[in-house]
Structures are given as structure tokens and as C-alpha cells.
């Protein structure tokens, strides 16, 4: 792609920031803005100014899918932050931190516990489905990771986990680090030969496997596996909830694949029905906004992430009792937002419910 070209066809509309979480959020940082500094970045030879613009990004893709010149936003940042990071040298201090801690123990917090230390059930030794549970699940969200094994136990769905599980890389990536991502992705790949199917319970991992690993046939989002399967086995939907819930999407599994339906039936079976006791946000399903957490904004400025996941835990408490996601970027980010601001709402992963109920 020559991306000085596809820059240029900007026409300054800025239709974009309407549905960019973190210009919604601060009036700064929006896709137009990005491009601009992205361009600087790209064509000249001293730093721009403002070259962190280009870093305040969640790479939820909604400026893509609202440019109504089709300028593919997020793969410009994508490419202005490689070329940071090769020109300059540039990485935020939590970046490399982070990054260091991948190589060294396979996970970005650092951790040396084993991989599968949460692992409270057997499963098979061998199967050719891959569960890739991700280092979210895996260290900050351990409990709902023994969820989701029992689900796909309850539901009789064939599968193993590799101790030998790494990072996938998408931190690093998103650091502009491309060389060190693709380091990871090189040992991965090797071992993901061995499966002719991979789950991913990350939506950051999902995203990242499909789209850099080129894996898109061969990888299937959790939610996909258990929709299908409630659905084969019959179970029976329970009664409609006499509580309001609201379902947020999460960005790197809605807008680029579609996965819009699949959850909302899901919750179904735990008495939530569109149009009746589920909710929506004022902008949902392909349009909602981005928690704020990923892409990468959370290690570089955790305050702006989390005040950008108030605006969408705001908003749920408004409408509902209880907010659902699937992912554990939006689950966490959104958990410490309802904490810190203090607002009155119940957050919950579709799963751990799910796995109450099985
Ligand atoms: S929507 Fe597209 S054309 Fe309009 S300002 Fe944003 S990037 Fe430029
Ligand atoms: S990818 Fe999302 S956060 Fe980044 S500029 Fe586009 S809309 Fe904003």
C-alpha cells in the first residue's frame, strides 16, 4: 500500500471522530487528527511534535468502517507507529517493560506461574481443536479461564490446552515493535501446526491470529463454538429475566467478523432477550464505541483508558442492571471504571454466567 496516497485522499470530513471512543471522550486524539501526524511521521526525517498521537489508539476500527473514502485509518497508525519505533527508536516506558516480560516469561505482566496454574479440570491431552486462552484469562481473569474450560466440557466440545502457550504478540505489536512481534509469531505458527482448529477466548488474540498470522479459516472466537453448540444440543431458554441486561461488543471480534449475533443469542440462555430485558447502546453492534482499553492505550495511559470505559459503563447504567461482555480487555477496564467512578452497575463476563447455569 502506499499510504502517502491513500492519506491523501482524505477530505477532511472528519465523519470518523464521531465514533472514535477516545475523541468522543477528550475532543483530542481523533482518526483525522492521526492521519495528519501519521503522514508527518511517514515523510519526514525529524519527529513530529506530536508523535504520541499516533499511539492514542485502541485500533477498534471504527473510523475504517465510518470513512466514507474507505481509508483504512488503523493500518496507517498501524504503519506510522512501525515506522516510530525504526526511525527514532521511539517506545513509551511501559511498552518496553512489557515487552521484555513477553520474552522472558511469556506473558506481558511478567509472571512466572505456570501457564495453566488456574487449570482446575481435566482435559484431554491431545485433541486437534486448540483452546488459546490468552495471557489476560490465563493471569488477570484466572476464574472466568476455569469458566470457560467447563463450558466447553459441559457442551462436549473436543479440545486441549498447550502448556507450551505464549503471548500471541498483539502488545507488542501495537507497540510499533513489528521485528519482536513477528519474532513471536514465527515460534507460534510452528506450534500451531499440529491443530487444524484453534478457539480463541481473547477477542485481542482473535483479531491478531486472523489478521497478521493469517489464520483466518483455521480460528474460531469461543462465543462461535458455544453458540453453535447450546443451539445443537437443544437446551432449553429459560424464562425472560425480570432485570434489564445491555451487551457490549467488543470491537476486534464485531466489526471485522461479524460477531454480533452470536453473544446476544448466547444470552439468551441466560434469560436476556433482544427487545425485550437486553438493551443496546445509543451506538451498538457494528457502530458501538470501544472500551478503551486496547490497542494498547491502557500501558500508555491507564487513567485516559479507563475515564473512556466510564463513558460506556455510564451509559449501561443508565439502561441496565447489568452489563456483559466477552472480552478481558473490556471486562477489566471496565470493572476498575464502575470502581473508580463509582457507578452503580453489575459487570459480568458472559461466561462465567454461562458456566453457572451449564
Ligand atoms: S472520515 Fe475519512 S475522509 Fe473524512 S476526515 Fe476522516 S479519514 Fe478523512
Ligand atoms: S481505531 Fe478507534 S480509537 Fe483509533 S482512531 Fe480509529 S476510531 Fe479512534
Known sequence: ??????????????ECENYCSIFLSTGKYGPHEKLKIAKEILEESEKPKKWETVFYCTKCEACDLNCPENIPITKIIDEARRVCVNKWGIQFPRQEILTKNIFKTGNPFGKTLSRLHWLDEPIKEKSKTLLHIGCMYSYILPNTAKSIVKILNKLDVDFTISPNENCCGYFVYNTGNHTAAYKLIKNNIKEFEQYDRIITACAGCTIFFKQQYGLNDKVVHLIEVVDEKLKEKNIELPEIKKINAI???????????????????????????????????????????????????????????????????????????????????????????MEDYDIDIKIKSIFEELAHIL
Open 1 to 14: 500500500m502506499n499510504f502517502i496516497e491513500v492519506i491523501n485522499k482524505c477530505k477532511d470530513c472528519r
Open 247 to 337: 451487551f457490549h461488543d467488543s470491537c476486534h471480534i464485531s466489526r471485522p467478523f461479524d460477531i454480533i449475533k452470536q453473544p446476544r443469542d448466547v444470552l439468551e440462555y441466560l434469560g436476556f432477550k433482544e427487545g425485550k430485558n437486553l438493551k443496546e447502546f445509543d451506538l451498538t453492534k457494528e457502530l458501538g464505541t470501544c472500551c478503551g482499553a486496547d490497542g494498547g492505550m491502557r500501558i500508555i495511559n491507564k487513567e485516559l483508558a479507563i475515564k473512556i470505559g466510564k463513558e460506556r459503563v455510564e451509559e449501561a447504567s443508565k439502561k441496565a442492571e447489568i452489563l456483559f461482555t466477552l472480552c478481558p480487555f473490556c471486562i477489566n477496564n471496565f470493572y476498575k471504571a
